[in-house]
């Protein structure tokens, strides 16, 4: 995923200009082979992986801050004609290095050759001999080891508490959070051969106006609308249920699902979905669907099926069809991440490396201050921070197919005008689409948000506060909320 979603887009971005080829890792092998940084991925080797670090860590964090700075550094490179002055062959470079003779040969060789900056003749490799001068690969390796330790205890120490007993808190908990209406534990077997389980909440007063589905994100589960939006919106005379994906502690996949790998194919997110929603809109009453992240991506995808675009026209209610409106909250954008990742990149790329790690590696699992980072405001209390990141212990075992998922993205559908097919006289009406995000989210970019209302032929509602938990901002959750409110109602 780094290599894939972050380093080539970076590199791309930072050669844009020279007209050169993907950057290659040239690691000579005993056969004179090379490895390019794709291949990398496969070797899974923790001493390339710190030797890579402190690679950047020399070129200095200044020349990252944007593409003119990094090539400005690269002009002053000496030419590949000067390379012997740099670097001499490999038993030189040993007979050299007599307090280090363990040495590989190949470890003199290391380059990492850069396209070419301005003209194509003037081709510039980065040496590293001054790197090995200082940090040797068997320190490299060895840092790297220990730092592969100290990630590897900190996970068993996070796993060490029984999840059963938490999930039983759980549930008991979403009971006592309302004060209108009750959040409620229930389960529903669907015809695609699990069981899910879901929570609803009701408000006290019968009411006409729409049922809103939830669907959660990454690595959360249906508890992540109960702390303040399902109360909220049973205050209002709104009833609300909040589904749990398959591969979540909430639907479980069955033993030996998917031989055993631990990613859910978007297909099975689909039909479950699908399964759920032809459920909830068969009960009498309008449903609108809300999904939130890569939850609002599969929304969007779920639009494209002609069992869920047939829900558009039916009759649900008195003046509404089945399915009545669709909002998009911090949605990943229908053309995918690889643009907001090269913004990201651009802009501030010590964060994009920090969204990177906390979501990729799902390090917002263990580390307090950066899922906070990532997912809430800054001024959330630590302890209510422990308390999420337990539930993504819970819920954040399996991971959508992201392989899949940029195969198949929203898209690759639109009409020639680049819109939505769901849109328009085939499914719902613009005004029955809210696509909402916030101006501090780091994850999801004002730039992508404007991409999903483009795509869904709406402008979007951008938030001042929120971050992009905004249905658990411990400040602004409310802000998210009325806006959900206003909208609904003004559906029926």
């Given at each position: 995923?780094?290599?894939?979603?972050?380093?080539?887009?970076?590199?791309?971005?930072?050669?844009?200009?020279?007209?050169?080829?993907?950057?290659?890792?040239?690691?000579?092998?005993?056969?004179?082979?090379?490895?390019?940084?794709r291949?990398?991925?496969?070797?899974?080797?923790?001493?390339?992986?710190?030797?890579?670090?402190?690679?950047?860590?020399?070129?200095?964090?200044?020349?990252?801050?944007?593409?003119?700075?990094?090539?400005?550094?690269?002009a002053?490179?000496?030419?590949?004609?000067?390379?012997?002055?740099?670097?001499?062959p490999?038993?030189?470079?040993?007979?050299?290095?007599?307090?280090?003779?363990?040495?590989?040969?190949?470890?003199?060789?290391?380059?990492?050759?850069?396209?070419?900056?301005?003209?194509?003749?003037?081709?510039?490799?980065?040496?590293?001999?001054?790197?090995?001068?200082?940090?040797?690969?068997?320190?490299?390796?060895?840092?790297?080891s220990?730092?592969?330790?100290?990630?590897?205890?900190?996970?068993?120490?996070?796993?060490?508490?029984?999840?059963?007993?938490?999930?039983?808190?759980?549930?008991?908990?979403?009971?006592?959070?309302?004060t209108?209406?009750?959040?409620?534990p229930?389960?529903?077997?669907?015809s695609?051969?699990?069981?899910?389980?879901?929570?609803?909440?009701?408000?006290?007063?019968?009411?006409?106006?729409?049922?809103?589905?939830?669907?959660?994100?990454?690595?959360?589960?249906?508890?992540?609308?109960?702390?303040?939006?399902?109360?909220?919106?049973?205050?209002?005379?709104?009833?609300?249920?909040?589904?749990?994906?398959?591969?979540?502690?909430?639907?479980?996949?069955?033993?030996?699902?998917?031989?055993?790998?631990?990613?859910?194919?978007?297909?099975?997110?689909?039909?479950?979905?699908?399964?759920?929603?032809?459920?909830?809109?068969?009960?009498?009453?309008?449903?609108?669907?809300?999904?939130?992240?890569?939850?609002?991506?599969?929304?969007?995808?779920?639009?494209?099926?002609?069992?869920?675009?047939?829900?558009?026209?039916?009759?649900?209610?008195?003046?509404?069809?089945?399915?009545?409106?669709?909002?998009?909250?911090?949605?990943?954008?229908?053309?995918?991440?690889?643009?907001?990742?090269?913004?990201?990149?651009?802009?501030?790329?010590v964060?994009?490396f920090k969204?990177?790690?906390?979501?990729?590696?799902?390090?917002?699992?263990?580390?307090?201050?950066?899922?906070?980072?990532?997912?809430?405001?800054?001024?959330?209390?630590?302890?209510?921070?422990?308390?999420?990141?337990?539930?993504?212990?819970?819920?954040?075992?399996?991971?959508?197919?992201?392989?899949?998922?940029?195969?198949?993205?929203?898209?690759?559908?639109?009409?020639?005008?680049?819109?939505?097919?769901?849109?328009g006289?085939?499914?719902?009406?613009?005004?029955?689409?809210?696509?909402?995000?916030?101006?501090?989210?780091?994850?999801?970019?004002?730039?992508?948000?404007?991409?999903?209302?483009?795509?869904c032929?709406?402008?979007?509602?951008?938030?001042?506060?929120?971050?992009?938990d905004?249905?658990?901002?411990?400040?602004?959750?409310?802000?998210?909320?009325?806006?959900?409110?206003?909208?609904?109602?003004?559906?029926?």
């Open positions: 995923f780094f290599f894939d979603v972050i380093l080539f887009p970076m590199m791309h971005e930072i050669m844009s200009n020279s007209g050169g080829s993907d950057p290659v890792l040239l690691l000579p092998t005993m056969d004179e082979g090379t490895t390019t940084l291949q990398i991925c496969g070797y899974k080797q923790v001493g390339l992986c710190a030797l890579f670090g402190a690679l950047l860590v020399s070129l200095g964090s200044t020349s990252w801050m944007a593409p003119s700075h990094l090539q400005s550094s690269i002053h490179l000496p030419k590949t004609a000067t390379l012997p002055k740099l670097m001499s490999a038993v030189k470079y040993r007979s050299r290095m007599t307090a280090h003779d363990s040495v590989p040969d190949h470890a003199a060789h290391v380059v990492a050759r850069l396209p070419p900056i301005g003209s194509p003749s003037a081709s510039r490799e980065l040496h590293l001999k001054t790197l090995y001068s200082v940090l040797h690969l068997d320190v490299l390796a060895l840092f790297g220990l730092v592969a330790i100290v990630v590897f205890a900190t996970q068993w120490w996070h796993r060490r508490p029984s999840h059963s007993h938490f999930a039983t808190r759980t549930l008991g908990s979403c009971a006592m959070m309302a209108s209406g009750t959040v409620e229930c389960s529903l077997p669907l695609t051969g699990i069981t899910m389980k879901y929570l609803s909440c009701e408000p006290t007063k019968p009411s006409t106006l729409p049922l809103v589905l939830f669907v959660h994100g990454s690595l959360h589960g249906a508890w992540c609308w109960a702390k303040h939006w399902m109360p909220y919106l049973a205050n209002h005379g709104i009833g609300s249920v909040a589904i749990n994906l398959r591969g979540t502690s909430g639907a479980p996949p069955p033993p030996g699902y998917n031989d055993g790998k631990k990613l859910v194919p978007l297909e099975d997110h689909l039909q479950d979905l699908s399964a759920a929603l032809i459920h909830f809109a068969n009960q009498g009453r309008p449903v609108v669907l809300v999904g939130h992240s890569f939850g609002a991506l599969m929304a969007m995808k779920l639009m494209e099926r002609p069992e869920i675009r047939a829900l558009c026209s039916s009759t649900g209610g008195a003046t509404m069809p089945a399915l009545a409106g669709l909002s998009l909250l911090c949605s990943v954008p229908p053309v995918g991440n690889g643009p907001m990742v090269g913004r990201m990149l651009k802009e501030t790329p964060l994009a969204v990177t790690w906390g979501l990729a590696a799902k390090r917002v699992k263990f580390n307090v201050d950066l899922c906070r980072e990532v997912f809430f405001n800054k001024e959330m209390p630590a302890a209510t921070v422990e308390e999420y990141m337990r539930h993504f212990c819970e819920d954040g075992d399996y991971s959508l197919n992201l392989s899949e998922v940029n195969a198949n993205l929203p898209v690759l559908t639109a009409d020639a005008s680049g819109q939505a097919s769901w849109v006289d085939q499914g719902l009406s613009p005004a029955s689409v809210l696509v909402l995000g916030s101006e501090k989210d780091i994850i999801v970019d004002t730039p992508g948000l404007q991409e999903t209302g483009r795509f032929g709406t402008q979007p509602v951008i938030l001042k506060r929120a971050a992009h905004v249905m658990l901002d411990s400040e602004a959750w409310q802000d998210g909320a009325e806006k959900l409110q206003h909208w609904v109602e003004s559906l029926s």
